[in-house]
């Protein structure tokens, strides 16, 4: 058994990948009921709270995090809208849709990994969550002229579970006991990444049959959103040019580890079946994007 803890906490790469996989190929694996997801979420959030510091959270740079919600969740879908619909105007919905989704609920847990500022992270998406449910519809009615209506009551209800529920049982409880402290901290790393890979193994699971049965467009899709998701991570990157390495992981996690269930449940809701399509099929750049970042870092911090 230790021997397969230590892989894991040391294969994030490979353990995302056979999640990955594993949705694809493992058969039944698409009836798991679609709350498990947000279970292993708010769980990842729980134990991510370990590496949450109050005092970090009060040292994040509020003017430059404004600028880059700005940046990367308004000004950028837009840019993507309108590169899109002059280039391949059958996905420009959907790709504007993927790029202004939140900050993705596991960013913490990825940025903590990786070696970036779980506090920033876990604010991020608490931030752009909250936002979301007010500014996609002006967004979408202003840009791409279509109606939806999304509910915040909804949303609110979402992040309470994932997020709010498990940060309070931290904070509040878990935290306070030295000795469930310590456990957590020493943990955090195996189950962040074990229940990583088991989410990403259910939610490609969920949405498999769009590969299966559409598998004529989807090579292009999938390649359309490694193409956004690279860009994702760039602007983050580059936009904390001037900061230092832990900050710069940060910003391009927080822009690359996008909430895309949530654009994948959007979709299904309010568009076409292209773009319900391509929003199911991003998940599969959203995971193999988040395994190159985790190569990249690991090559920067050997660098030394």
């Not at 058994?1 to 949705?23: D, P």
């Not at 920033?120 to 996609?136: D, E, G, K, Q, R």
């Not at 009615?141 to 609110?156: E, F, K, T, W, Y």
Request: glycine share 6%; aromatic share 14%; hydrophobic share 55%.
């Amino acid at each position: 058994m230790g021997s397969v803890k230590s892989f894991i906490e040391n294969n994030f790469n490979i353990v995302t990948l056979i999640g990955l996989l594993a949705g694809l190929f493992v058969p039944g694996l698409e009836k798991a009921p679609d709350y498990l997801i947000m279970v292993f979420v708010a769980c990842i959030i729980f134990f991510s709270c370990s590496k949450v510091s109050v005092q970090d959270i009060k040292h994040i740079d509020k003017k430059a995090a404004l600028i880059f919600y700005i940046v990367r969740f308004v000004a950028f879908p837009v840019v993507v809208y309108y590169g899109a619909l002059f280039t391949v105007p059958d996905y420009a919905l959907a790709m504007f849709l993927v790029a202004m989704m939140p900050v993705g609920v596991t960013s913490a847990a990825i940025s903590n990994i990786v070696g970036g500022n779980a506090s920033f992270a876990l604010s991020a998406t608490i931030t752009t969550s909250a936002i979301t449910p007010f500014a996609l519809p002006f967004m979408i009615q202003l840009v791409a002229g279509q109606s939806i209506d999304i509910s915040p009551l909804h949303m609110l209800m979402v992040l309470s579970f994932t997020i709010f529920i498990p940060a309070s049982l931290y904070f509040g409880i878990a935290g306070k006991v030295k000795k469930v402290r310590a456990w957590v901290e020493k943990e955090t790393q195996f189950y962040s990444i074990f229940l990583t890979g088991l989410g990403i193994a259910v939610l490609i699971a969920l949405q498999k049959h769009y590969f299966f049965e559409y598998f004529g467009v989807v090579i292009l899709t999938i390649v359309l959103g490694c193409i956004l998701y690279a860009l994702f991570y760039v602007i983050g990157w580059l936009y904390a040019a001037p900061m230092d390495l832990k900050e710069k992981k940060t910003y391009a996690v927080c822009s690359g580890t996008s909430n895309i269930a949530l654009a994948a449940g959007i979709s299904l809701l309010y568009f076409s079946p292209l773009t319900v399509l391509f929003c199911a099929l991003a998940e599969i750049p959203w995971v193999l994007g988040i395994a190159a970042f985790k190569k990249y870092s690991d090559q920067i911090d050997s660098r030394g």
